[in-house]
């Protein structure tokens, strides 16, 4: 800006005498108001150009302040879209922790699964010793049995080779009987009964034979009777432990059916924790960038917001400044002018 001049001379009072330098001083003054007009016209273009500066830092002034209004509308959508991501955050951790306590509860269940599965398996040990231990009982009186079939039998052939040597004795005592007869039939000088002696010794021989089959037979039956009852016994025994046992192998089946169950319950469990763990991380990661992003935005917003109220800052001073000069030269055009 230049700066303004004045003629000090300009300021005294005019003298209305005859000078005869007045000719010379209405010359200079009219050099002066040449001068004058001149710098007028370029302060008339200055003013004209300050005035087209005005207007374009005012438009520009308006522009920064709509995009202050924008970048205020942004602030509330970027902090609801913050909150959004933040609230979905924790439902995700929720989702995590339910999931999680849903494991353990189906972790225990397995846990007493896997105990009553052990007792199970347990009592089918000992189960399955006990049919050991009375199979061998059962084998001893199989074979007792047999061995007492084997004492029947041999004592069924003693007592028929006994029949047999009876007979045959009183086959041999009959002959003699008959011998003995004839003898008598021919010396009638003895005296002899021998019908009643052979009669009482068949009798003897009867009764011997006739007491040991009755006691053979007796002492068979004992121990066949014996034989059958304790058969008996044993295989009640055996199908009770039979039954047992299926009894224990169904609920074992089933106890295995049940884990086996449980452990494809906990499998799809654990891959459906694994998977929401994962989505959850995902999901929280996406959304702790989207965070990041979104609070980089805010602080760039921010910082392009002070920059803008720099700016504005620096435009209203400039604009005051002009305002001032303005005033400044308008006040000295309106003291020209009315001079």
């Known amino acids: 800006i230049t700066t303004v001049s004045v003629n000090e001379s300009l300021l005294t009072p005019l003298n209305l005498e005859i000078d005869p330098n007045a000719q010379c001083v209405k010359q200079e003054e009219k050099e002066q108001i040449k001068c004058l007009n001149s710098r007028f016209a370029a302060f008339i ?3 004209r150009f300050l005035e087209q500066q005005n207007k374009l ?7 920064f302040q709509n995009r202050e209004c924008c970048e205020s509308n942004l602030e509330p959508l ?3 879209y913050i909150t959004t991501l933040r609230r979905e955050a924790e439902c995700v951790e929720a989702d995590s922790g339910r999931l999680a306590s849903e494991l353990n509860h189906v972790q225990e269940v397995l846990e007493g699964y896997k105990k009553k599965y052990e007792e199970e398996v347990a009592l089918r040990a000992t189960a399955e010793n006990e049919f050991v231990a009375l199979k061998k009982d059962v084998d001893c009186a199989y074979l007792r049995k047999s061995d007492l079939e084997a004492n029947v039998e041999a004592l069924t052939q003693e007592i028929d080779f006994l029949r047999r040597l009876y007979e045959e004795e009183i086959r041999i005592l009959q002959s003699h ?3 003995t ?3 008598v039939k021919l010396d ?3 005296d002899l009964n021998m019908d009643c002696l052979v009669a009482e010794i068949k009798a003897q021989f009867d009764d011997i034979v006739t007491r040991s089959r009755a006691e053979a037979e007796s002492w068979y039956r004992s121990k066949c009777e014996e034989m059958k009852a304790t058969v008996i016994r044993h295989g009640e ?8 046992i299926n009894e224990l192998n169904r609920m074992i089946q089933r106890l295995t059916a049940e884990v086996e169950n449980a452990k494809c319950q906990n499998s799809k469990l654990e891959a459906a924790v694994a998977q929401s763990e994962q989505q959850g991380e995902a999901a929280l990661s996406d959304a702790r960038c989207k965070l990041a992003e979104l609070e980089g935005a805010l602080q760039k917003a921010k910082q392009d917001m002070a920059c803008l109220i720099r700016e504005y800052q620096e435009v209203m001073n400039s604009k005051l ?4 000069e303005i005033a400044t030269y308008r006040r000295l055009l309106e003291g020209e002018e009315q001079r």
């Open 45 to 47: 273009d200055k003013v």
């Open 177 to 179: 009987i008959s011998d």
């Open 57 to 63: 830092l005012e438009t520009k002034l308006q522009f």
């Open 181 to 183: 007869s004839v003898d």
């Open 78 to 80: 970027f902090e609801g």
């Open 321 to 324: 400044g002009l305002d001032i």
């Open 237 to 244: 025994t055996l199908r009770r432990t039979k039954e047992e």
């Open 188 to 190: 009638k000088s003895r």
